[in-house]
């Protein structure tokens, strides 16, 4: 399995960037998606889920600003950031698992090589 993550990028606070990991290796349809971000100094968080069945979880701080999508037939997770602030400044990883009955409870199993996303004040 294989997921290859791309988007990220420089920004100034309240700016866009959208975020694509493309997946293969695996039937994308059947897995629960997800996007973790790990901060300098900071563990790693769950942003947001989606799982096989299309239920969705976002963090608190992204919500509203955020939103994560699947597209099966391109076998690609979104992560659209909107509203970006200084504190969203981190590496973002894609990440795929079997399908949880509780999204908001996703751990990756199968990790993307991180993209880079720096939101400038």
């Known amino acids: 399995v294989q997921l290859q993550a791309s988007g990220g990028g420089l920004v100034q606070a309240g700016g866009s960037l959208r975020l694509s990991c493309v997946v293969s290796?695996?039937?994308?349809?059947?897995?629960?998606m997800g996007w973790f971000r790990q901060a300098p100094g900071k563990e790693r968080e769950l942003v947001a889920a989606?799982?096989?069945?299309?239920?969705?979880w976002h963090r608190d701080s992204v919500k509203g600003r955020f939103t994560i999508s699947r597209d099966n037939a391109k076998s690609t997770v979104y992560l659209q950031m909107d509203s970006l602030k200084p504190e969203d400044t981190a590496v973002y990883y894609c990440?795929?698992?079997?399908?949880?009955?509780?999204?908001?409870?996703?751990?990756?199993?199968?990790w993307g090589q991180g993209t880079q996303v720096t939101v400038s004040s």
């Open positions: 989606a799982n096989s069945g299309g239920n969705t």
């Open positions: 290796g695996q039937t994308f349809s059947r897995y629960a």
């Open positions: 990440a795929s698992a079997p399908p949880v009955p509780s999204i908001r409870n996703f751990k990756g199993r199968y």
